[in-house]
C-alpha cells in the first residue's frame, strides 16, 4: 500500500511542477501584459507599470514562480484578473459539481461497457459485431456534438430531461438527478465504447484459460465463474482504461459543461481562456492536473485490490 | 526485395480488405474534396445569400444552407482545410518528437531510455484539454499552436511504442550481425530499423490524427479556435441553430464521424497488414488442444451439452456394446467431433474402456492423440460447437447425455474431481487458494462460509499440505507448483468424488515433487477412490495405475493390465511409444525417439491411423476401419490387423 | 473649451483600479424624442401594454432569468451599465426610469431644477431609509456615493465630471454642473450604475464591492454571495428592511449565465428560467415556443469607420472610400436575414423623426454597388483593398459583420473580421488602433449624447482614434447652447456632415429582445428605455 502511494508521488510531483512551470514560463510570453488587461483602456502608462510593480510583474520569472508557487503550497492560486475573486475560492465552489460529473460518468461508461462487453464475449455473434461496431462509432463521435442530439431530442423534443443546468443536491435530489442524466449520457456513452471492447477482449482471453476450464471441471455455478472469476480477472486492464476514460473526460465535461452550462470547472476554464485570465487558468492547469493524478491513485489502489500480486 | 515491391504487395493485401478498401476511398474523397474545395465546391465559403439562409438540402444547396445563406457544402469542403491542417499539424509534430525519441532510446537504451519512459509516464498525467486551454489563453485563436502543443504532449506516447518496437529488431540476429561488422548506427537505424517500424507509427499517427480533428473541432465550437470556417465552426454554427434549424447537426456532425472512422478503419487494417507480413503463416491445420483459442475470434469455451449418439458413423467399425452398469465409468465406442475450420472433424473415434469403483486406470498416448479431449467429453466440457455424435459415456449407471444442466454440474466436481496439468495456471490468481477451495465445497453442499473455510482446511490437510492456515490464505503465485497441486487435488476432492481425473499432474513438476504427487494419489486411490490418469509418462502410469488404454489419433487402440502392456505390446504404437520411454533405455545408447508426429484430424488417414509411422504397416492397413478386437487373451484388446508377437516386441 | 473634452486627461489622472473596465454600447437617450420616433414601428409583441409579457400580477416567488456576460464586480461606482441589472436588483437609483421612458421617484421623493438654466438640479430624499447595512440613507451619504461614482471613472463617469454635489440638509443635496444638462435626472435611474448609491460603509473599502462581498445598498434585493457561482449564477434575497415591500415583487432572484443564447432558449422552454436577452435569429423559434417576443429597434448596429485618417488602413482616409462602404451595403436585405421582422434599415445615427434626423438626406446611401466601385476606382482602389475588422460574439456583432463582410466582398473590399470573445478584448480593441473598422451598436441618443459618445476626439470608444474635425466641434457646441429651434437645425446639421463624410456605416436599428415566459409579467421595452429592467418584472398567474 505505501509503496503504491510513494510510487504515485514520485509521479504526481513531478508533474504537478512540470505543469505549473510550463504554463509559468508559456504565460510569461503573453503579448502585452496581465496589468493592461486589468487596468483596461483608459490606464496610463504610469498606472500600468505602477500596477507591474505592485504585482510583481517586473521581478524576473524564476521569482515570480517562487512566490506563486509558495502561494499555490498554501493554497493560495492567485487572484482572477477578470473579476478580482480569488482563483482558490472559484475552483472550490464548482469543483464538486466537475467531480460529480466524472463520476458519474465514468460509472455510467463503466456500467454499460462492463455489461456490453461480458454480453458480446459470451454471446459472441451479432452481438460481438455490434459491440464493436457501436465501439467504433463511439471513438468517432464528437462528444460535444453527441451532447447536443441529446438536448435536441430529449430536453428540447421530448421535455423529458432539463436542456441546461445543474441543481445543486441540497435543493432538490430529484432534480440533481433529473439535471445529471443528459450531461451524464453525454460523457458516459461515448466513453463506454473502449470500456466494452477491453471487456470483450479481456474476458474472451479470460474464458480461454484454465483455470476457467478447471472451475467447471469443479462444479462451481456459471455464473460464479463468469462474474467472480472471468470478470474480476479481467478487470485490471478495464481499469486502466477507465483511468484513461477518466482522464480524457476531464476534457470532455469542458465541451459538456458548455453544451449544458453547468456551472463547473470546465465552463470556468472556457470562460479563462477566452477574457485571457491568466492566473485562473493557470490555477485550473494545477487542479486539473492534480485531478488525473488522484484518478490515477485511485485506479492503483483499485488495481492493487483486484490484482493481489500488485498489491506487493 | 526493393521498397517499391515491398509496399505494393502492402497496399495490395491491405486493398484486399474491404472495410480497408472502403475507408481509403472515403479518405481520399474527403481529402480530394479539401484539397481541391477551389475547384470542386460550388460556391465560395464565405459566399452569402441573405434571402436563402438556413434551408435545408436543394438542388442549389445539396446539404442545405446556414447562416447567411451560406452553402453548407461548399463550407465544408474549405473548412476541412482549416480542421484537417489542424490535425496535420498535430500528427507532423507527434511523430517528429515520438518517432527519434523512441528509436533512439530502443536502439541505444541505457540512461536516455529511462529518460523517455519516465517522461512518457509524467505526460500520461497531463490533463490535455487544460494545457491546450493554458496555449490559447495565451494565444489567442492561435489553434495552431494549440495542435502543436497536442502533438508535443503525445509524442511520448507515441516513443514509447517506437522504443519497444526498435527494441525487438534490435535485437533480431541479422541487426546484431549489422552491428557486429560495424555498419554505422545511423544507417542500421535508416535502412533496416525505421522500415519496419515505420508501420507502427503509420498506424499510431493515424489514430493520432484522428483524435487531433476531434480535438480541433472541440475547440472550434467552443470558439476558441480559428474563427474561418471549420468541421468545429459548423457544428457551433449547428448549436446555434439548433432550434430553428437541426438539420445542420446532422453533417456538421457526419463529416466528422465518417472522417474519424474512416481513419481508424484504416489504421485497423494497416494493423493487420502489417501483423501479417511479420509473423510467419500460421499452421492452417491446429491440433484440437487449444481449440477454443483457436476460435477465440468467435467465442469463448462454452459448455456443451453431450449428445447422444444413435447410429455408429463410418469410422466406428465395432459394435457398440452395452455400458457397464456397474462401472463407475463406462466409455462406450465414444466418437466427438469439433468444427476444425468451420468443417465439423471427428477429433475422438470409437473409445471405449471402464473403470470399476477404486480401480486406477491410465490413459497414455503422444500430444495430441485425443486423451484430455476424451476427458473433457466424460465432464461434458468439449471447446465450443464440440458434440459427442455417437457412442456414450455413463457413471455409475447414468447416461451423461441424458443430464440435465444442473445434473451435470453436480456430476462434475460432485463425483468426478478433475485434476489438471498446470497447478499453478488452475488456479484463480486473483483469490486465496483456501477460497477456492471453499467455493468448491460450497457448490456442491449448502454450507456457512465459514463452514466452508474449515472444511477446505481439512482438505487441505487431507492433501498433506503443512500449515493449512497460512496456505489457505495465500495467493496462488506465492505458492510453489507442488503445494499448489495438492491445493488443486483438494479442490478436486472437496466433494467427495468417486473418480478423479488427473490430466498429467506431474508433467509440470519437478521430479522430487512429482513424487510426492503420486503417492498422495496412490493414498486416495488406496481409500477406494477411482482414478483416471491421463500421461505419456510410462513410470508414472506404472506408479498408480492396474490398467491402461493407448491411445493415438483419437482412438484407443490398445487395452490391457498395466504389467501385460509393458511386457508385451501387442499394438505397433504401444510398442514404439515403451522404446521411447528414458526409463527404459540402455546407458549410453542415444536417447531413441518416435520419428513424426501424430496427424492432426483432419489429415486421419483411411485404415489404421499410424500407418505412416508403423514400420510394420501392410497394404490391408491402409483400407477400412479396423476394430478394436480382443488381443491376445480375453482381458485385452488391440486395433491391429497384425498384432505384435512378444518375439517382435523384443525384436 | 467644455470639460467633456478633457475627459481623458481627466481619468488619466485617477489612481482607483477597477478591475476590467469596457465600455459597452453607450447611452440611453431622452425619452420625448426616441418615443417618437418609434411607436409606429415597433413590433406588436413590443407595445408598451403590460399584458403583452404575462398574466395577472401575482406577488412572491423566484426570479430565475439569464444575462450574456458576467460582470467582473458588484460596484456600481465603475460598472459599465452592460451590468446594471446586477446592480440595480441591491442598489436603489435615485431615480427610476419606467419601461414607458418616463422618470419616476426612487430614493429621491422629489427633484427640480432650479434657476431656469437647467444647471443645477435640488433633490429630496425620502424619509426613513435605511441601507441594506444599517447605514441610514442620508443627503451626505448620497453625495457621497455620488461623488464616488463621479470620481471612479467608470465607462459612464463623464456624464458627471462636470458635477459638484453638496448637502443642504439632512434628507437634501443639490447637484450643480457646468454645462446644462436637462437629461440629468435620467442619467441618474437605473439604467446606468453611476445613479445606483452605495452605503457610507461600502464606500469604506470600495475593493470589496466585489462578487465574494455583501451588497451596501437601499435596494428591493441583497446579494447572497454564499449561493452564488460567480460566471455562473448570482442569487439575491429580498431585502427585508426595504422602505416600499410592494416594489418588491419577488422572495429571491437568480441570474444565470448562457454565454450561448440557444441554450437560453432551451432553457425558457423548459422553464428553467423566466427571460433572456437575444436577437432575432431565435424569434421565430422562441414564438413557436410559446415565449413571448418584447422587442424594439433601438440599437443602431453596423459599421464604425473609426481610422478616419488612414492611420493603419490608408483606404479608410479616404471620404469617397467610406462612402463607397455605405452604399455598397444592401440594408434592406441584411436587416431582413439578421433581424427578421424586427430591424429597421438605417444609414443615419438618428431615427427617422427624432432629433437629427436628416430629411434632405433621407436617400443619401440607397443601396448602388455601381456606385460604389466607381468611386473606389476614383480613390485608386478599383481592385479594391483589405479591411480588418473586429467583431464580437455577443448582441449578434459577428453575424453582422459576416454580413458586412459579405456585402462589401461584391464591391470588391476584403473583410478580413477578428471575432473577440470578451469584452474587454473588444473594449481593447476599439480604441488600441488596431482595427480600421468595428461592429458594434449604440443606442437612439438625441445628438447632444452622441456627441460624448460618438463624435467629439474626446468620446473614447467609439472613436478610437481620435478623428477630429473642427466643424463638428463647432456645431456640437453651439447646439449645446441654442434655443430649441436652432438646436434642432443644428442637430440636423451635424447629421448631414456626419453622413456626407460617412464616419459610420450603420446597418440598421435593431432591437435588444427579451424572450420571456407567461409566468413573468413587467417586461416590456419602449424607445425612451429600450432595457428592460428587472426591478419591473413581477410573477404572473
Not at chain 2, 136 to 143: H, M, S
Request: charged share 15%.
Amino acid at each position: 500500500m505505501s509503496k503504491i502511494i510513494i510510487r504515485w508521488l514520485l509521479t504526481a510531483l513531478p508533474v504537478l511542477f512540470g505543469v505549473s512551470v510550463i504554463t509559468f514560463v508559456l504565460s510569461s510570453l503573453v503579448p502585452g501584459n496581465a496589468a493592461r488587461a486589468i487596468l483596461g483602456i483608459n490606464a496610463t502608462q504610469e498606472q500600468v507599470d505602477a500596477l507591474n510593480t505592485e504585482l510583481g510583474f517586473d521581478e524576473p520569472l524564476p521569482v515570480r514562480y517562487w512566490t506563486w508557487l509558495t502561494g499555490a503550497l498554501h493554497g493560495d492560486l492567485g487572484v482572477s484578473v477578470v473579476n478580482g475573486l480569488p482563483v482558490t475560492e472559484q475552483i472550490g465552489a464548482r469543483i464538486g459539481i466537475t467531480a460529480s460529473l466524472i463520476v458519474g460518468a465514468v460509472i455510467v461508461a463503466a456500467v454499460l461497457g462492463v455489461a456490453f462487453g461480458v454480453t458480446s464475449a459470451l454471446r459472441g455473434g451479432w452481438l460481438g459485431k455490434a459491440v464493436d461496431v457501436v465501439a467504433l462509432i463511439g471513438m468517432a463521435i464528437p462528444g460535444f456534438w453527441f451532447a447536443l442530439v441529446l438536448v435536441t431530442v430529449f430536453a428540447v423534443q421530448l421535455r423529458w430531461f432539463p436542456a441546461t443546468g445543474y441543481i445543486m443536491p441540497s435543493e432538490s435530489v430529484t432534480g440533481w438527478l433529473q439535471s445529471l442524466v443528459l450531461p451524464l449520457l453525454a460523457l458516459g456513452i461515448p466513453s463506454a465504447a473502449p470500456v466494452a471492447k477491453q471487456t470483450r477482449d479481456g474476458m474472451l482471453t479470460e474464458m480461454g484459460k484454465d483455470y476457467i476450464k478447471v472451475l467447471r471441471a469443479r462444479g462451481v455455478r456459471e455464473r460464479s465463474v463468469i462474474f467472480r472469476h472471468a470478470l474480476r480477472n479481467a478487470a485490471s486492464p478495464v481499469l486502466t482504461v477507465l483511468g484513461i476514460v477518466a482522464v480524457v473526460l476531464l476534457g470532455g465535461t469542458v465541451l459538456a459543461e458548455t453544451v449544458f452550462v453547468i456551472p463547473g470547472l470546465g465552463g470556468l476554464a472556457v470562460n479563462a481562456t477566452s477574457s485571457h485570465d491568466i492566473p485562473t487558468i493557470q490555477g485550473l492547469a494545477v487542479v486539473f492536473t492534480m485531478i488525473v493524478m488522484v484518478v490515477n491513485l485511485a485506479i492503483e489502489l483499485t488495481y492493487a485490490l483486484v490484482n493481489p500480486k500488485a498489491r506487493a | 526485395m526493393t521498397t517499391t515491391a515491398s509496399s505494393r504487395g502492402f497496399l495490395r493485401s491491405l486493398l484486399s480488405k474491404p472495410m480497408s478498401a472502403a475507408s481509403l476511398i472515403v479518405l481520399a474523397i474527403i481529402v480530394i474534396a479539401t484539397v481541391f474545395a477551389g475547384v470542386l465546391a460550388p460556391y465560395e465559403p464565405d459566399a452569402q445569400d441573405l434571402t436563402a439562409a438556413l434551408q435545408g438540402p436543394s438542388s442549389a444547396h445539396w446539404l442545405g444552407t446556414g447562416e447567411l445563406g451560406r452553402d453548407v457544402l461548399s463550407r465544408m469542403m474549405y473548412g476541412g482545410r482549416v480542421t484537417l491542417i489542424a490535425a496535420l499539424i498535430a500528427g507532423a509534430t507527434f511523430i517528429l518528437a515520438g518517432v527519434p525519441a523512441g528509436m533512439l532510446a530502443g536502439y541505444r537504451g541505457g540512461r536516455f531510455d529511462q529518460v523517455v519512459l519516465k517522461t512518457a509516464d509524467l505526460v500520461f498525467a497531463v490533463p490535455v484539454m487544460i494545457v491546450l486551454l493554458v496555449v490559447l489563453a495565451i494565444f489567442p485563436g492561435n489553434e495552431f499552436a494549440a495542435m502543436a502543443v497536442f502533438g508535443l504532449l503525445g509524442a511520448p506516447g507515441l516513443a514509447r511504442v517506437v522504443r519497444s518496437a526498435t527494441l525487438g529488431i534490435r535485437n533480431e540476429l541479422y541487426v546484431k550481425a549489422a552491428v557486429a561488422s560495424g555498419i554505422r548506427d545511423r544507417v542500421i537505424v535508416l535502412r533496416h530499423v525505421l522500415p519496419r517500424v515505420s508501420g507502427t507509427i503509420l498506424v499510431q499517427a493515424s489514430v493520432f490524427t484522428a483524435g487531433a480533428v476531434l480535438m480541433e473541432t472541440g475547440l472550434g465550437f467552443l470558439g476558441l479556435g480559428t474563427q474561418n470556417a471549420s468541421w468545429g465552426s459548423l457544428v457551433a454554427e449547428a448549436s446555434r441553430n439548433l432550434g430553428i434549424h437541426p438539420w445542420l447537426l446532422i453533417p456538421s456532425g457526419a463529416i466528422i464521424i465518417t472522417f474519424i472512422m474512416s481513419v481508424n478503419l484504416l489504421a485497423d487494417g494497416v494493423r493487420d497488414t502489417l501483423a501479417e507480413r511479420y509473423t510467419p503463416p500460421a499452421a492452417k491445420v491446429r491440433a484440437p488442444r487449444g481449440g477454443a483459442k483457436a476460435n477465440a475470434g468467435a467465442s469463448a469455451t462454452a459448455e456443451a451439452t453431450p449428445v447422444a449418439g444413435g447410429a455408429d458413423n463410418a469410422g466406428a467399425a465395432r459394435a457398440s456394446a452395452a455400458a457397464d452398469p456397474h462401472a463407475l465409468l463406462s466409455v462406450r465406442s465414444l466418437t466427438v467431433t469439433l468444427p476444425i475450420d468451420g468443417v465439423p472433424t471427428d477429433i475422438i473415434r470409437d473409445v471405449s474402456f471402464d473403470i470399476q469403483p477404486g480401480e486406477a486406470m491410465g490413459l497414455v498416448g503422444e500430444s495430441g492423440s485425443g486423451k484430455t479431449m476424451t476427458a473433457l467429453s466424460i465432464l461434458g466440457l468439449l471447446p465450443a460447437g464440440g458434440r459427442i455424435t455417437s457412442g456414450s459415456v455413463t457413471v455409475e449407471g447414468t447416461d451423461v447425455a441424458t443430464m440435465n444442466k444442473a445434473a451435470l454440474r453436480r456430476l462434475r466436481g460432485g463425483r468426478i474431481g478433475w485434476i489438471s496439468q498446470d497447478p499453478i495456471s488452475s488456479l484463480d490468481p486473483s483469490f486465496t487458494v483456501g477460497w477456492q477451495v471453499a467455493e468448491a465445497v460450497r457448490s456442491h453442499r449448502p454450507m456457512s462460509r465459514r463452514a466452508a473455510w474449515q472444511h477446505a482446511l481439512t482438505l487441505l490437510e487431507k492433501v498433506k499440505l503443512p500449515d493449512v492456515e497460512r496456505v489457505a490464505k495465500s495467493y496462488p503465485h506465492q505458492l510453489s507448483g507442488g503445494m499448489a497441486q495438492r491445493v488443486g487435488i483438494a479442490a478436486a476432492l472437496a466433494a467427495d468424488p468417486v473418480l478423479v481425473i488427473a490430466d498429467e499432474p506431474t508433467t509440470a513438476l519437478d521430479v522430487t515433487v512429482q513424487a510426492d504427487i503420486l503417492a498422495l494419489l496412490r493414498d486416495l486411490q488406496a481409500d477406494g477412490l477411482g482414478v483416471l490418469l491421463i500421461t505419456h509418462n510410462w513410470g508414472v502410469l506404472a506408479d498408480l495405475c492396474d490398467r491402461a488404454a493407448v491411445m493415438y489419433a483419437g482412438q484407443v487402440v490398445e487395452t490391457a493390465d498395466l504389467r501385460a502392456l509393458v511386457h508385451g505390446p501387442e499394438h505397433p504404437y504401444t510398442a514404439a511409444l515403451l522404446a521411447c520411454d528414458p526409463h527404459q533405455a540402455r546407458p549410453g545408447a542415444p536417447l531413441p525417439a518416435l520419428d513424426g508426429a501424430v496427424p492432426p484430424p483432419p489429415q486421419w488417414p483411411q485404415g489404421c491411423h499410424f500407418q505412416s509411422r508403423c514400420p510394420f504397416v501392410k497394404d490391408d492397413c491402409r483400407t477400412g476401419a479396423i476394430a478394436l478386437a480382443d488381443g491376445s487373451d480375453s482381458s485385452r484388446a488391440v486395433r491391429c490387423h497384425h498384432p505384435l508377437t512378444r518375439q517382435e516386441v523384443t525384436l | 473649451m467644455f470639460p467633456t473634452l478633457k475627459s481623458r486627461e481627466a481619468s488619466a489622472s485617477t489612481t482607483t483600479r477597477p478591475f476590467l473596465r469596457p465600455a459597452f454600447a453607450a447611452t440611453v437617450g431622452v425619452a420625448a424624442l426616441a418615443l417618437a420616433a418609434c411607436g409606429s414601428q415597433a413590433d406588436p409583441e413590443a407595445s408598451a401594454d403590460v399584458s403583452a409579457a404575462g398574466g395577472e400580477m401575482t406577488q412572491g416567488g423566484e426570479l430565475v432569468f439569464a444575462e450574456q456576460q458576467a460582470p467582473p464586480s458588484l460596484d456600481p461606482g465603475t460598472l459599465d451599465r452592460a451590468y446594471t441589472d446586477f446592480t440595480m436588483l441591491a442598489y436603489d437609483p435615485l431615480f427610476y426610469l419606467t419601461p414607458q421612458g418616463e422618470v419616476e421617484p426612487r430614493l429621491a421623493e422629489s427633484w427640480e431644477f432650479v434657476g431656469g438654466e437647467n444647471k443645477e438640479l435640488d433633490v429630496t430624499l425620502r424619509e426613513g431609509m435605511t441601507f441594506s447595512d444599517g447605514d441610514p440613507v442620508t443627503a451626505d451619504a448620497v453625495v457621497a456615493s455620488l461623488e464616488y461614482s463621479r470620481d471612479a471613472q467608470g465607462n459612464h463617469a463623464h456624464f458627471l465630471e462636470d458635477a459638484t454635489f453638496e448637502a443642504t440638509g439632512d434628507l437634501t443635496f443639490a447637484i450643480t454642473v457646468e454645462t446644462p444638462n436637462p437629461m440629468l435626472p435620467k442619467l441618474l435611474t437605473q439604467q446606468y450604475p453611476i445613479g445606483q448609491i452605495i452605503s457610507p460603509q461600502g464606500l469604506a473599502d470600495p475593493a470589496a464591492l466585489d462578487l465574494a462581498s455583501d451588497t451596501h445598498g437601499a435596494g428591493p434585493y441583497v446579494y447572497v454571495p454564499e449561493e452564488s457561482v460567480p460566471g455562473d449564477h448570482y442569487v439575491y434575497e429580498a431585502n427585508p428592511d426595504y422602505y416600499d415591500p410592494e416594489q418588491q415583487h419577488w422572495d429571491s432572484v437568480e441570474i444565470r449565465i448562457f454565454a450561448d443564447k440557444q441554450a437560453a432558449l432551451n432553457a425558457a422552454t423548459t422553464d428553467q428560467i423566466m427571460m433572456f436577452k437575444g436577437d432575432g435569429s431565435l424569434a421565430a423559434q422562441a414564438q413557436s415556443s410559446g415565449l413571448s417576443v418584447i422587442a424594439n429597434p433601438g440599437i443602431m448596429t453596423g459599421l464604425f469607420l473609426i481610422d478616419r485618417d488612414g492611420e493603419t488602413v490608408p483606404a479608410l482616409g479616404d471620404v469617397r472610400v467610406r462612402q463607397a462602404i455605405n452604399y455598397a451595403i444592401d440594408r434592406e436585405t441584411v436587416t431582413t436575414a439578421l433581424l427578421g421582422e424586427y430591424g429597421i434599415p438605417t444609414f443615419q445615427t438618428a431615427i427617422e423623426g427624432a432629433d437629427g434626423y436628416s430629411e434632405a438626406n433621407a436617400d443619401l446611401y440607397a443601396y448602388d454597388p455601381d456606385k460604389a466601385r466607381e468611386l473606389l476606382a476614383e480613390a485608386g482602389y478599383a481592385d479594391g483593398f483589405e479591411l480588418p475588422v473586429m467583431t464580437a460574439v455577443f448582441a449578434g456583432f459577428e453575424q453582422m459583420g459576416e454580413a458586412i463582410k459579405g456585402q462589401l466582398a461584391e464591391v470588391g473590399i476584403t473583410v478580413t473580421t477578428d471575432v473577440k470573445t470578451d469584452i474587454a478584448a473588444y473594449s481593447e480593441g476599439a480604441t488600441d488602433k488596431s482595427f480600421g473598422a468595428f461592429v458594434g451598436g449604440y443606442d437612439a441618443n438625441p445628438i447632444y449624447q452622441q456627441g460624448l459618445d460618438l463624435f467629439l476626439p474626446s468620446s473614447n470608444f467609439f472613436n478610437g482614434f481620435g478623428t477630429e474635425s473642427e466643424e463638428l466641434n463647432d456645431l456640437w457646441l453651439q447646439a449645446a447652447s441654442a434655443d430649441p429651434a436652432t438646436q434642432a437645425d443644428l442637430d440636423v446639421q451635424i447629421e448631414d456632415y456626419l453622413l456626407e463624410n460617412a464616419w459610420f456605416a450603420p446597418v440598421a436599428w435593431a432591437p435588444v429582445m427579451y424572450f420571456a415566459t407567461d409566468s413573468i409579467g413587467g417586461v416590456e421595452t419602449s424607445a425612451g428605455s429600450p432595457f428592460a429592467s428587472p426591478l419591473a418584472w413581477y410573477p404572473a398567474s
